[in-house]
């Protein structure tokens, strides 16, 4: 028996963890010399020795054996069993019973995404983009997600569709202002375009949209350490307003009429929470009730704000969010089941997590199918597939 038992499972976050070297490797000529160096400096001081220690643990098989024998509740980090070998993630996922998987990066972004210079951060997505269609091209579960910068909407377009030429199942773009301006303009709308028509959705993820000022944590007191002890992580405060950037973003995206214009386009909004999710629905509601007679373009929705949300947004619960209460308060039709695998921020037991939840509120199995299952389905849009979960006959593994 697998850790999800019989229930059919689409897990809409998960990351490869990258070695030092990771992105530089597939990168051009001309990209590597614009990369920082140490590559992954922002994985925090105790890096270099935790990669080393994954490395080794790949090499010792009977530390392997005993991490398969307990895949979510074991090692996280880079001494997770598939966190750096993509052999050991499709036997995870045979072992714990998974049939599809988004996969992102971890620390790679760090070094390109945020530079504003055009030509590193587009020749370190085309790098990026080809290291995680790497390391999912093997299994047809495994989902590698692109990265497009938005800084030049010909560039993001190009590189959007090298993407997915090259296999990525899913675009992550930064949840900020595109080029200097909205991510709602409409010169932006040849690459929601792309995305649409490709039937790929984009996501946002945290880490792809600027923390807290950090002034904000100048209160006198000595700084606390993070949650996970690193260089770039969150703090109470942090977390408090994370979510608001990305907000911002599909509100503008809604309101804008990007998704009036590309009703096939699909966005997952991934790790970032989603106690936030019912009240945004009200705002948007509202922001077009109260400001529609001095905004004409507000009139030009055909549907209620809040409809377009529920038709092509989904998001994914922290695991102490209370899922079966935000299902109640809005609809079943809008969470996505996660794991963050192999990040510790996903704990060791996220199934156990969400079951109280829905158990607690009495959600019915429709619902629970929905989370678990058919709202990751509708993430890829109407006929899309782009991806070809296995099933348990294909797989071979008792459930």
Known sequence: MTYFGTRTVFDADSHLMESHGWLEQYADEKTRALLEAPGLAKAGRGAAAAIEAGQRRIED?????????????????????GAMSSQERSAALDLLGIDAQIVFSTFAATQFLFSGDVDLAYGGAAAHNRGTVEFCADDPRLL????????????ARATAAEAIERGCAAIWVPHGTAGGH???????????????????????????????????????????PDMLGGGEN???????????????FVGCLVLDGVFERHPDLRCGVIELGASWVPGMLHRLDAARAQFRRNEPQLGELSLAPSDYVRRQIRFTPWTF???????????????????????PEGTRDPLGKFEASLD??????????????????????????RWIPRTVETTGVSR
């Open 234 to 248: 969150v703090r109470a405060k942090d977390f408090i307003a994370m979510h608001q950037a990305a907000e911002t």
């Open 182 to 224: 909205s991510p709602a303009h409409v010169d932006m709308d040849p690459f929601w375009a792309t995305l649409s028509e490709a039937g790929v959705p984009v996501v946002l993820h945290v880490g792809g949209g600027k923390l807290l000022s950090s002034r904000f944590h100048d209160n006198g007191r000595p700084l606390p």
């Open 144 to 155: 590698a997600v692109g990265i497009v910068p938005l800084l030049d909407v010909d560039a």
């Open 360 to 385: 607690a509120h009495g959600i019915d199995e429709d619902s629970r199918r929905a989370f678990y299952t058919e709202n990751f389905e509708s993430l890829f849009g109407p006929g899309n597939r």
């Open 321 to 343: 969010d209370d899922v079966g209460a935000l299902i109640e308060a809005s609809d079943p039709s809008l969470y996505l089941f996660s794991t963050d695998y192999p990040h």
């Open 61 to 81: 098989s009977a530390a392997t054996a005993r991490l398969e024998a307990d895949v979510m509740g074991s090692e996280k980090g880079w001494s997770a069993f």
